[in-house]
């Protein structure tokens, strides 16, 4: 009994929002711990109840009452964005410069996305034809785009330049290069381009 109303308690002090019959719902959940708490000691789980965080559990409901819910206080968001935007970069690092890796790795996830956005944005832009059902026929046809007359490409600006390396592979291959580095870090296959980030000066 005391551990499920322990366990009430922390349900209860996790809402969104409090009213005060909520705020007396969350004391009755502790002061019902507290009343069987004893049946714990009794069965030699512990040997007192000398725990500071349960000692802390008595300023929830004042908190609560002065100051709103508990939950804005919590770290949980900042610590996920934490987890999510530098320990799992970090993991994917090869353990030197941390710093500038995972502003790399960030900036690459960034683009992908913006690269997804566009992508779905171009599709839905130059999709022709298609069911429509009955809400399509209450679309304002002034303001929709016109596929013929726009195009991603045309706003798109890139920040650095475009490679054509299958050209340089070629080349390459052709010795038209005769300073590059041996072995070649740039090859390709006829539907495939690759190459090695150490060449890219050459």
């Not at 994917?92 to 960034?110: E, G, K, M, T, W």
Request: hydrophobic share 35%.
């Amino acid at each position: 009994m005391a551990i499920r109303v322990l366990l009430d308690f922390r349900y209860l002090v996790q809402a969104p929002s409090f009213t005060t019959r909520s705020i007396d719902r969350v004391a009755s959940a502790l002061q019902e711990f507290h009343n069987h708490k004893e049946a714990i000691i009794s069965q030699g789980v512990r040997a007192d109840w000398k725990i500071p965080k349960l000692e802390l559990l008595q300023s929830v409901v004042p908190s609560i009452r002065q100051s709103g819910a508990v939950m804005q206080w919590s770290a949980d968001i900042t610590e996920h964005a934490h987890v999510e935007e530098i320990k799992v970069p970090a993991r994917v690092s090869n353990n030197q410069n941390y710093n500038s890796q995972i502003v790399r790795h960030l900036d690459q996830l960034d683009k992908c996305f913006c690269f997804d956005l566009a992508t779905s944005l171009e599709h839905r832009v130059n999709k022709e034809g298609g069911d429509k059902d009955s809400s399509d026929l209450d679309v304002d046809k002034e303001h929709e785009p016109d596929a013929k007359k726009i195009h991603l490409s045309d706003y798109s600006s890139p920040t650095r330049r475009l490679l054509n390396y299958f050209s340089i592979s070629s080349s390459l291959l052709l010795g038209a290069r005769p300073s590059a580095h041996k072995p070649y870090c740039t090859f390709a296959t006829a539907t495939t381009a690759v190459t090695h980030q150490r060449c890219l000066a050459t």
